[in-house]
């Protein structure tokens, strides 16, 4: 993906002197800027062959030694037998980066330090002032994506464990969209098999009008659920007649079909409520595993075909490769059970082929708990085996930990259920209302019941798909109210406080900040250009997210903006500073708060103007 940015073979610095950037020109990051020069100094300097030489640049410990440091040396001087501060003299001889950076110096064994030019970050800043991307292109050769995202099973009401897919595949589709990618995001619900007999059942007995205007009308999914438990949980009749709708239903019963429809469209409409509240794209698919039911005995004729299909005990299996049981043998993966059914494993066998082959997916990517790892590594396997994922196509699953309590257990609601998500949302926003309420007062601010409301809500949420975000997604993670609305620390409210506070600056100074496009900035104090050094970091960070899918990088990228403009607001005084610095403290604030506001939005948070 990187390599996109190569694609117009002129330099950054050469487009800002000639003034040609325009908007849809492509313009690489400092960073790959930097490693376009490194290639052809090395490549002048040690042999072509070096063009594509990692020149192991990284941001260096101390401000002191510059921004970045280039380390290539010390790792080619056995090839190259000669030492680390002779190639690094020789590379440094080629380098052309006067445009860039004061002149590089070579420190300790063979590193290259390298300090960027303040001339050159004000024209960077330039390039961001006026563009709604903050200057970042989208992709050269933009891929066909998916997104398998949040694919709940639609039996059971949703519980906290629906959060993750929810928040974490959002923010994929995001940033992957910005990128200018074409994502198609289908939530590969569970809507068949057992889990549904107990619905269709209660819902045929207690419900019969619903099946005559196909459409239940209850007020909430949940009651509906807990109705069905009940009495699957202490009827022995009603469980027959779940079972017998299983049966039914598998074998295509028009009746039957018909009240799982009015199951399924009742559960969807309750999810879409919550995915609403979650600002979880409206465009989402559900293509639900019964969706490709057509497909599954193609998997298993065409599994045979290649050779890979093995009969095992009366099943049709494939045995995996890096998977052993007990005894050490192959583990097989079935795809038909003895008794002719199919499983999990089938359809998204089924699925691959069909988002490959007909929505024509270059790349696929899963997210769901850690648990079902081995389940996407067995499945991509056999995939792959069978030759289904040609032409460059990658599949992914990105998986993520649990929920946990404050009691580092899973949380359970006070009868040992799981906790309904509704109601996790529902304290967020009412314990935000009440610490804003609280701080108003304190304030002697009156704002409007709606104000506070909206306010509360945003927040509240803003705050749940924070800390959830913030958190490494492999790792699990406590869901503490506390932490996640605190006004301080790595939180939304600390980070929506920072974009509202640059748009009170606005006010305050009767500015209008969308005004400032083409205002001169120019630096002078070191708070100003460490923020600005870390403006220029957002889409280094998107592309990296991109990559590997880690939306904590995002989080942390965004937590470190708002520390570095605390201090820079804090040291350098914006509207009391004379007119010339004060416009350019001005566009820093309001660069500082679209890209809080685009990074926040690739997290699926909205910001306020007032908090
Ligand atoms: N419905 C599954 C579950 O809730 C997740 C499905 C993930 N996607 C997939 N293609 N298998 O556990």
Known sequence: MIDNWFQTGKSLALQASLSICTRSTPIMTVILELKHRFASAMAAALGAEFASQDPVLVPTSNPKFGDYQANFAMGLSKQLSQAPRQIAQAVLDRLEVSDLCETPEIAGPGFINLMLKRSYLEGRLGMMQGDDRLGIPKVAKPQRVIVDYPSPNIAKEMHVGHLRPAVIGECFARILEFQGHDVLKLSHVGDWGTPFGMLIAHLQSAYPEALASDELNVADLATFYREAKKRFDSDEAFQTSARQAVVL???????????????????????????????????????????????????????????????????????????????????????????????????????????????????????????????????????????????????????????????????????????????????????????????????????????????????????????????????????????????????????????????????????????????????????????????????????????????????????????????????????????????????????????????????????????
């Open 249 to 611: 239903l598998q074998a295509g019963d028009e009746t039957t079909l018909k009240a799982w429809r009015v199951v399924c469209a009742l559960s969807k409409r309750s999810y879409r409520k919550i995915y609403d509240a979650l600002g979880i794209a409206e465009d989402i698919v559900d293509r639900g595993e019964s969706f490709y039911n057509p497909y599954l005995a193609d998997v298993v004729t065409a599994l045979r075909a290649s050779g890979l299909l093995v009969e095992d005990q009366g099943a049709q299996c494939v045995f995996l490769e890096g998977f052993t049981n007990k005894e050490g043998n192959p583990l097989p993966l079935i795809v038909q059970k003895s008794d002719g059914g199919y499983n999990y494993a089938t359809t998204d066998l089924a699925a691959i082929r069909y988002r490959i082959s007909e929505d024509k997916a270059q790349r696929l990517v899963y997210t769901t708990d850690v648990g079902q790892t081995n389940h996407f590594i067995q499945v991509f396997q056999v995939a792959k085996r069978a030759g289904w994922v040609s032409g460059g196509v990658t599949l992914e699953h990105a998986p993520f930990g649990l929920v946990l309590g404050a009691d580092g257990k899973r949380i359970k609601s006070r009868d040992g259920e799981s906790v309904p998500l509704q109601e996790l949302l529902d304290e967020a926003v009412e314990r935000t209302r009440s610490d804003l309420v609280k701080r108003l007062e304190l304030e002697e601010r009156s704002e409007t019941p709606e104000w506070i409301d909206h306010v509360a809500q945003v927040v509240g949420l803003g705050a749940v798909k924070y800390a959830d975000l913030s958190q490494n997604r492999n790792s699990n993670y406590i869901f503490d109210y506390d932490r996640m609305l605190a006004l301080a620390g790595n939180t939304a409210p600390y980070m929506l406080y920072v974009y509202a506070r640059v748009q009170s600056i606005g006010r305050k100074g009767g500015v209008d900040l969308s005004q400032l496009e083409t205002a001169a900035v120019s630096l002078s104090e070191a708070d100003e250009v460490t923020l600005v050094k870390h403006l220029l970091l957002l889409q280094d960070t998107i592309d990296a997210v991109a990559a590997d899918l880690l939306p904590n990088r995002l989080a942390q990228y965004l937590f470190e903006l708002a520390q570095k403009f605390n201090v820079f607001f804090e040291n350098c005084p914006v509207l009391k500073a004379e007119d010339s610095v004060k416009t350019s403290r001005l566009v820093l604030c309001d660069l500082t708060a679209r890209t809080m506001k685009i990074g926040l939005d690739l997290l699926g948070i909205s910001v306020l103007d007032r908090m």
